[in-house]
């Protein structure tokens, strides 16, 4: 099953849901409503003429001029060998969404990479903390707006001065 038939099959089984399939791109995505975000990957993992048993990736992009922060699922089927994306709009204020860990482990890590990257909250997360930053950090460095500290804890965070000292 190609990612077109995948998002007419949701269409059809989750009316309003889904939206805008986009199909003429490397990898085919549709967008899919924040609320149906858990009903829809628990579906798309556990139906038999899916079974997209991988979350190959999760991850976000901060966009905004659109004052949105875009959740993006990257699912694959070792079983049928499909792939299909699956997004969601999360207004940039306020990103919450609920946790996907019961449908795949691995979400778990994603999860906590994003919310230590970007800022988004998912909601029932068994342990939502940053996983690559201290957790005294502030901000979320991948957000476009984020400013960097020029020290922490007492360390330099500039890599100019740095870079400079190694080079001469």
């Keep these: ?7 007419a099959s949701l269409e059809k089984l989750f009316p309003g849901k ?3 399939f986009k199909g003429d791109v490397f990898e ?5 409503e924040k609320e149906a975000i858990v009903e829809i990957c628990r579906f ?8 997209f048993e991988v979350l190959s990736d999760l991850t976000a992009l901060d966009w905004p001029k659109e004052e949105k922060i875009q959740m993006v699922y990257h699912l694959f ?3 049928h060998n499909h792939q299909i994306v699956l997004k969601v709009d999360l207004p940039r204020d306020n990103p919450k969404i609920a ?6 482990k691995v979400a778990n890590w994603f999860e906590r990479e994003v919310y230590d990257l970007f800022g988004v909250i998912f909601e029932g997360h068994t342990d939502l903390r940053r996983i690559m930053l201290p957790d005294d950090w502030v901000g979320f460095p991948l957000r476009k707006d984020y400013v960097e500290q ?6 330099s965070t500039q890599r100019a ?8």
Excluded at 28 to 32: E, G, K, L
Excluded at 44 to 51: D, E, G, I, K
């Design 1 to 7: 099953m190609d990612a077109k038939e995948t998002y």
């Design 18 to 20: 889904v939206r805008d």
């Design 28 to 32: 085919p995505y549709c967008f899919v």
């Design 44 to 51: 798309l993992r556990t139906a038999q003429s899916f079974r």
């Design 77 to 79: 089927s070792y079983a």
């Design 99 to 104: 946790t996907v860990e019961e449908q795949w």
């Design 150 to 155: 020029e020290e922490y804890d007492g360390i």
């Design 161 to 168: 001065p740095l870079v400079e000292k190694l080079l001469r």
